[in-house]
């Protein structure tokens, strides 16, 4: 699926998590994102032994949620979604420069007003991380 997703996200470099929409159905979101050597994080997390902070894997899966619903038609073009609670959040492996972050998202429940989403981050077959987050709309200026 190639997809213009700074069209569907507000979210801009370098803080948009999401390259590719591989697939988007009402079920389940696909996406992938590289981290390269030159994302902004990897100077100041751990120079010697950059890792992927937790945060933005969470903040990638988001972005992988609300693309995907936008894509779909979901959300209107200009509904914005800000995250206002994450919840069963695990770190099952480091990210590191130079992977790939296959997320899979489900879709627990969405309304004109808030989201809530299930996620898994992987790095090929292995979970990276997994979360469920809860995000409230509006519309956007």
């Not at 997390?45 to 894509?71: C, D, N």
């Not at 469920?132 to 709309?137: D, P, V």
Request: glycine share 8%; with cysteine; proline share 4%.
């Amino acid at each position: 699926m190639n997809t213009n997703i700074e069209a569907l996200l507000p979210h801009r470099s370098p803080f948009l998590f999401v390259h590719e929409i591989v697939s988007a159905d009402s079920a389940k979101i696909v996406t992938r994102y590289m981290f390269t050597d030159q994302d902004f994080f990897f100077a100041g997390h751990f120079p010697q032994y950059p890792v992927v902070p937790g945060v933005i894997l969470i903040e990638t899966m988001a972005q992988s949620g609300g693309a995907g619903l936008r894509l779909l038609g979901t959300l209107g073009a200009d509904v914005l979604f800000f995250l206002a609670s994450v919840d069963k959040v695990k770190f099952r492996r480091q990210v590191r420069p130079g992977e790939e972050v296959r997320c899979e998202i489900e879709n627990l429940r969405v309304s004109s007003k808030m989201i809530k989403q299930a996620g898994k981050a992987y790095v090929g077959d292995e979970l990276a991380a997994e979360a469920e987050w809860l995000c409230l709309t509006r519309a956007g200026a």
